[in-house]
Structures are given as C-alpha cells and as structure tokens.
C-alpha cells in the first residue's frame, strides 16, 4: 500500500506553516503542551538553516526540519504520546550533527533525550551499509535476521522501535528521485530489516507500505506488471472494500450477529509473493480484497459463514476451516472466498476475539507461519517481541499512561510463565511471581478493580501471595469496591506484572483531582511518619521534584504517577545542607559506631574523631548535625533530636553542620517499634520477615500487655540507608495483627 504524503501548510514566506501543522497534529492525538511541541519545531528549523548557512551539504528534498514534521505525522496516526512526537522532531536534527543530545535533554528533559539516543542506536544498520553495503545485506537470510533480532536486542522501550520505522517510511518516501544506487541501498535494508519489523509488531499499514516502496525500487518490472492488473485506482478499490463492509454489517445485525469488520485491499508485494509461492496467475489470487470478521464466539463463526455464503457465492475448494482442523503452529480460523459484488472475487475470515489474539500474540506466532520461521534458538528473540507488541496493545488501551513502567515490562520479558487454573476449570498463563491480583486484572480490569479477596485451592489467601503452577484461584469481589493506592507499591508485592499496574494507575488517573491530592498526602504522611523523617514544607518538595505547586505533587503520587520514594529521596535532599560548605571526610568505625572514612563530611576542620548518637541514631538520608564534645570527637545527631534541640539552647556555639558523604559504605544502628495484638507466632514471622529482606538485628526487646492483648517489641537494626528500612517496614506492615511498623526513638 503505497501511501501519498500530504503536503505540509506553507506560510506566506514560503516555509512550513508550523501553527497550521500544529493545529492538524493536535487534531490527530491530543497534544499536553502545546507550547513544547511548536518550541521543538522552531528548534529544528533554527539548527537546520545554521547548518545551510555553514555551507553544510543539503537539499530541500532531505530536509532534517521536514523530515521531523512527517515523522510526526506517521506517529501521530499510531496515537502515541507527546515525548515520542518532539522526540521524532528533533531525531534528523541529532543524526546529522546539527544538535547534540546534551542540547535535547535541556530544552525538553531525559525522556526525549533517552528515546533520542535509542534511535540512534538504532541508526548501526544505515551506518553499517553507508559504509560497506556487503557488511550488512546481500548475505544470507540468516544473517539478515541476526541484524534484525540484533536491532530488537537494543530497543527497550517499544517507542524507539516506532520512531525508527517512522524514520525509514520517510527515507524510501524520499528516495523517488534519488540515484538508482541508493534507491536500491535504501529500498534493500527497508524489506530486509524494517518491513519485518513492522509485521513482528503488528503495525500492518506501516508494513504494508515499506514494502510496497521497497518492492518497486527491487523489482521495478514486476512492480509495473501487478499495478497495471490491479483494476483501478486505489481510491476505487477502497470505496469497493466499503461498500462490502456496509452489506456484510446489515446482513449480520439482521441476524443478531456483533462483529468487528475490517477490509483492505491487498498490497501489491503481497499479491506478487502468493503468486510466486502457489505459482499461479493474478486471476488466481482470490484474496486481492480481503475481509476479517471477529466474533463474540465459536457458534459465531459459523453462523457468520452461512450468512456469507447466503449473501454471495463461494468459490469451490476455496474454503478452509481451520478451526476443526487448526494449523501445525495452532492458528485457527475460517477461510473462504466469495464471488462478491460487480463480480469480484473477495477472501473472508472469520475468526473469534481470543483466536485472534492468539494468532497474533500467542505461541502459535502467526507472523513465524508466515515467514516460515521455526528456529529453537529464537524463543527470547520471540518473548522481546511479544512485550513489544503487548505494549502497542497497552499504549491504545491506556493512552498515555505508560510512561514510567519500562523498567517493569523488561522484567516480564525474562521470566517464565505458571499456569493456573479459573474455577471452571480453564488453564490461564501468568508470569512467575504473580499474585491473584494480577490474575484478577488479567481475567478483566473491573475484576481487578473490583477485587477484595482471594481463594486459592478453596483456602482464602492474601493478595500478595505467590502463584504456583496448577493452583485453581477464585476472586472475591464486590460491586462498589475500587483499587488501593498501597497496590502500587512496590514493596508490599500487591502485583507483579506490568499491566495489571498500568491499569491500577490508569483507574487512579480518572478519579477526582482532590480525591487524588487528599490520597497522595496521606501516602507521603505516612511514610514520613513510618521513617521518621520530620515535617518537610510541600512547596520545597514539589520543587525538588519539577512540580509547578504542592498539590500537583500530591496529586501526582494520589494517581500512582508518582511513588513516594522519589518524595522520602526529595525530603532528604532538602534537609540536607551539604551543597552550601565545604567537605572534609571523618571516619566511622562499624565496631564502635564510629564514622567510617567517606560517610561523613564536616564544615570548617579536618579530620575528627566521630561518633554516632545513641539518643537519635541517624542513618544516611537523615538531615543531621554535629556537636563538639570535651574529648570524644564530634558527636553526630539527627536535626530534629530532642536531646541536640536542648543542647543547643544551652551550648549554641559548639554545634557545626556535617553532612553524609555521596556514597555511604557504613550499616547504621537503628531501632524500629511494632505494636501489634499479641498471638503465637509473632515474634517468629517478624523475625522471619528481617531474615528474608536480610536485614541483621544487633538487639531486641519486647514488652507484652497480658490486660490488653498488646504487644510493642523494639528492634535494633543495621541498616544502610532510609530506602532499605521503609522496605523493611512495609513488609512487617503486611503481617496479621500488626497495628505499626515504623521507625523508633526517643521523643519520636
């Protein structure tokens, strides 16, 4: 399918229109700032002509700004987020030297750079053939799909993937008026490399149209042969595919039949491949105008069949019921193919929902049927494109509400799969790890939603336990439940699996602003609380974190956007004076809870003994401060402790600023309370819990209240940073009859 560019809105100074163009981006997938977007543009442009004024080679038809603005385009038609879109814009740009990436990530943050530096990662095929053509294509098919499992191996983020196949549609575009020599360089790595891409990731027009151009550039006589015998133009074909689609909705609704309907007209590189592989004339290719019917169910498929055969005359020996007889590979479906209107022949499948998914996602890979791949060595080649693919499916399910999860959705390319059964009996696939949380979002979002308990093998269990292969998992809901914010956190183990998160922070996304703000306070609260960490004013948070005011931070962490780790590191950074003196290094010994060399930095002296107060016992992240004692060094306390606070009323002008060193090497001392309803076992499980996070307890003391089945036991650990202990904390939380978990000292 070869598409035709729509030109870009000119000004009345000749050049690109960028309001106008803008304005129809905006129209095409909904852009946040709109003001970044245009500040892109200009920048593009402004690098572009310092460039030609530098009497850099160009031509207009190779325009870095141009080329920005269509890759763009063809992105904003997939409807993926703005940082991809300024990120395209800005690619050319980079690629050719006219902006670094230093120059991306200030004007518009990390992201963009990231997805920046990707693509051009990515750009090792091009510079590869520019240099040596032989290096790269012209070898062996094996060969050539070592470079694309290669171009996979470095993509981890699935925008990058996208960005790049945006950049090469534009390069074969623009080679129409090229030399042959690298008409046939560029169309050569495009239906070698990028075309398959675009298959593996299901982008069909992407890849319908790559090889299309790539195919009449390679072959050009063929390409002529197949266009001329193509009946009329491609906007006639078109309008015949829909009236097809018009007959076929009336005739199944008339029959109560729901159906998702998609027509195309097939492309000519296809059409020439049949008829090479069935070697048979362009008569014979019954599939010129193809149609795929998705059904609610399997009864579906076959009554949709009989009210396609009642409709218009099958062709015989043209159908195929690959769903009594399903394929070596498992693909299943029902092929036919029909005499329709104006007497065209026209190819009809019909296939349910979760058969299409398999054949698009599942272990049959129906991609690997239709390139004939089945190599045992390509299994993590196939998970990696796989998540890719679920991605696409995750980006037009979510929108934009993806960013933030590349990290997670790595990890579910790695790990294996369990297998675990519905009541009824149906065998579903999960990764290793997940919880009946995530099954329950896996069953259905509202089930997720909605979900306020578990039974496992009859036996009710906690959400965060771990699946096993062959556990039959029943989810208990209720009507008007909805999510828990503590089920994004990572620590309490609520889920494992990206997607069942993405739709929790999504659900989040949705609710009330102030309902958001009221949450995401009382998240941060706690865990100030829980680590001791002493009231820090909002607005100097928001700040640290690139928020514009308190509440967008609050709101932030309310919709799961923001987890409340990067909050507890911004306190820290904000009691923490250390950036305004100058450092000198102490010591620290472990033994005697001195400071080891590189912990800790003092203003003004050089090096002292050091100690670490048994009153307050700070650990690195607290905001800290030095006394001067008569003969043992300095002693090190936190800011807020309340035997420091009254020394200092007393004894102002012995007190000094220290700092913690940028890389702690020490464990510190500190003690943690749990109050919990007294029952056997509970000293156990607790202690098991610090064994697990391996974490080692120098001391303990318990104190149980017979009257009131209360019990408070203090535990000292040593630990090396606030990150661990909250870890710590979260996991003693989640034992039965636990009331708190938090951090201890005294007066706190």
């Excluded at 009497?55 to 890759?71: A, D, K, Q, V, Y």
């Excluded at 004939?372 to 037009?396: N, P």
Aim: aromatic share 6%; with cysteine; net charge negative.
């Amino acid at each position: 399918m070869v598409k035709v560019r729509e030109d870009h809105p000119i000004s009345e100074d000749g050049g690109v229109d960028i309001q106008q163009w803008i304005e129809r981006l905006n129209k095409m997938v909904p852009l946040n700032d709109v003001d970044q977007v245009r500040r892109a543009c200009e920048m593009s442009r402004e690098a572009e002509e310092k460039a030609i004024a530098a009497e850099h080679i160009w031509s207009p038809n190779t325009s870095s700004f141009r080329s920005g603005l269509e890759m763009a385009e063809i992105l904003a038609e997939l409807r993926l987020d703005q940082d991809t879109l300024v990120a395209a814009i800005m690619y050319r740009a980079v690629r050719e030297d006219q902006l670094t990436l230093d120059d991306i990530r200030n004007a518009f943050g990390e992201t963009v750079a990231k997805l920046v530096k990707g693509v051009v990662r990515m750009a090792i095929i091009s510079s590869l053939q520019f240099k040596d053509r032989r290096a790269v294509l012209g070898q062996t098919q094996r060969q050539v799909e070592k470079f694309r499992k290669m171009l996979i191996a470095i993509v981890d983020d699935v925008r990058v993937a996208l960005i790049k196949l945006a950049e090469r549609t534009c390069a074969i575009r623009a080679v129409k008026n090229a030399p042959d020599e690298k008409k046939l360089r560029v169309a050569r790595e495009v239906f070698d490399v990028y075309a398959p891409l675009a298959h593996r990731l299901g982008i069909g027009h992407i890849k319908w149209e790559l090889e299309d151009l790539s195919f009449r550039y390679l072959e050009p006589d063929d390409y002529k042969k197949i266009a001329k015998l193509l009946d009329g133009r491609r906007v006639d074909r078109d309008n015949y595919i829909g009236k097809v689609l018009d007959a076929l909705q009336g005739a199944l609704k008339k029959d109560n039949i729901n159906a998702d309907i998609s027509g195309r007209a097939k492309h000519i590189y296809s059409i020439w491949r049949k008829m090479r592989r069935k070697n048979i004339p362009f008569d014979k290719v019954y599939d010129v105008r193809a149609f795929r019917l998705l059904v609610d169910d399997l009864k579906d498929c076959y009554a949709a069949l009989g009210i396609v055969h009642s409709l218009w005359r099958h062709i015989p020996h043209e159908f195929d019921d690959y769903i009594t007889n399903p394929k070596e590979n498992g693909y299943r479906s029902l092929h036919t193919a029909v005499i329709g209107p104006d007497a065209k022949v026209i190819e009809i499948q019909i296939r349910t929902e979760d058969m299409h998914e398999e054949a698009e996602l599942g272990v049959c890979a129906h991609w690997r049927y239709k390139e004939g791949k089945a190599d045992s060595d390509v299994r993590s080649y196939e998970e990696k494109i796989a998540w890719l693919r679920q991605v696409l499916e995750w980006q037009e399910e979510l929108g934009n509400d993806l960013e933030g999860f590349a990290d997670e959705l790595r990890s579910d390319v790695v790990q294996d799969k369990i297998y675990v059964l519905t009541p009824d009996g149906h065998v579903v696939d999960m990764t290793d790890g997940a919880t009946p949380l995530d099954f329950a979002y896996h069953i259905h979002t509202e089930v997720g939603h909605r979900c306020r308990g578990a039974k496992v093998n009859g036996r009710i269990v906690p959400l965060t336990y771990k699946l096993q292969t062959g556990d039959q998992v029943e989810i208990l809901t209720r009507q008007n439940s909805s999510p828990s914010r503590d089920w994004l956190m990572v620590d309490l183990g609520y889920v494992q699996s990206s997607r069942a998160r993405a739709k929790i922070a999504h659900w989040f996304k949705q609710q009330n602003r102030e309902q958001n703000i009221s949450g995401g306070k009382s998240l941060v609260e706690r865990e100030f609380k829980r680590l001791g960490i002493p009231r820090v004013e909002y607005d100097e948070l928001a700040e640290q974190l690139n928020f514009k005011q308190a509440e967008d931070m609050l709101a932030a962490v309310g919709a799961g956007d923001l987890k409340t780790a990067p909050v507890v590191n911004a306190a820290q950074r904000v009691l923490d004076k250390d950036d305004r003196v100058d450092q000198l290094t102490l010591s620290l010994s472990k033994s005697d809870d001195k400071a080891r060399e590189g912990d800790i930095s003092i203003r003004g002296v050089g090096n002292l003994l050091t100690q670490i107060a048994g009153c307050c016992q700070p650990v690195p992240g607290d905001a800290i401060i030095g006394y001067i004692t008569q003969g043992r060094g300095v002693t090190i306390h936190r800011e807020d402790c309340a035997t420091a606070l009254q020394l200092q009323e007393m004894e102002a002008e012995r007190f000094i600023e220290v700092a913690w060193g940028k890389q702690p090497a020490s464990v510190y001392p500190v003690d943690i309370l749990v109050s919990a309803f007294d029952r056997q076992g509970l000293l156990r499980d607790i202690t098991f819990v610090l064994a697990n996070q391996r974490v080692n307890v120098i001391g303990m003391n318990t104190n149980s209240d017979l009257q009131n089945n209360m019990a408070k036991l203090v535990f000292t650990l040593e630990t090396d940073s606030l990150e661990t202990l909250g870890g710590v904390l979260a996991k003693i939380n989640q034992l039965p009859n636990v009331i708190e978990a938090r951090r201890y000292y005294p007066g706190g």
